[in-house]
């Protein structure tokens, strides 16, 4: 899970191997922001499947790259 | 996840914030008034729920995420330290976890070209980069370090 200067970049990077999802740097922050916001509240519990594929869903990361098992 | 394992999950967690690190199972322990190796059976069974990821050689913290327990490519400035993060993803993360903004410094993995992205209200200050994922969310947990 990685940051690059462009799609260029991340061509060469992976030379062979199958791609995976690439997405713009602020909507990677919007999913980071939802997904970690209560990891370091006392009330925090663990989150639920459905709750995590909901954080996916609502910023359309969405398809079967994104389907959590 | 049962109340004991929660507490000892929060207190973790809280140690970390309070060392700017991850803490040792010693050191848990001696916060929680725990024998050590209640700590780690604890912890043992938090890394089964993938509530935090232990060193299996060690039994010692290797990722309480978004935070690492071992230098990464991910470095992370917030309230007033520096931080591991263990990929982009949990970089970002750390500024999400603490309720702060950031400065994440790394590198493309592809150039080696020096990449610093300032986090101010949740916004990255550079929105031309972009995140590669690689794994599919399937198998995120398959190997979660590699991942």
Known sequence: ?69 | MDAGDLELRNLTYAKVVELGRVPAAAEVAAAAGREHVDVIAGWRRLHHQHALVLNAATDEIRMANPFSGVPTAYRVHAAGRWWYANCAWDAFGICAALHVDGQIETSCPDSGEPLSIAVRGQRPDDEHLLFHCLVPAARWWDDIVFT
Not at chain 1, 3 to 9: C, D, G, I, N, W
Not at chain 1, 34 to 51: I, N, V, Y
């Open chain 1, 1 to 69: 899970m990685n940051l690059f200067r462009s799609e260029e970049h991340i061509a060469r990077w992976l030379g062979a191997r199958e791609p995976g999802a690439t997405i713009p740097v602020l909507k990677l922050s919007r999913l980071a922001h939802a997904w970690w916001d209560d990891r370091l509240s006392p009330k925090w519990r663990p989150h639920t499947r459905e709750q995590n594929q909901a954080v996916l869903d609502q910023l359309e990361l969405t398809g079967g790259f994104w389907r959590l098992p």
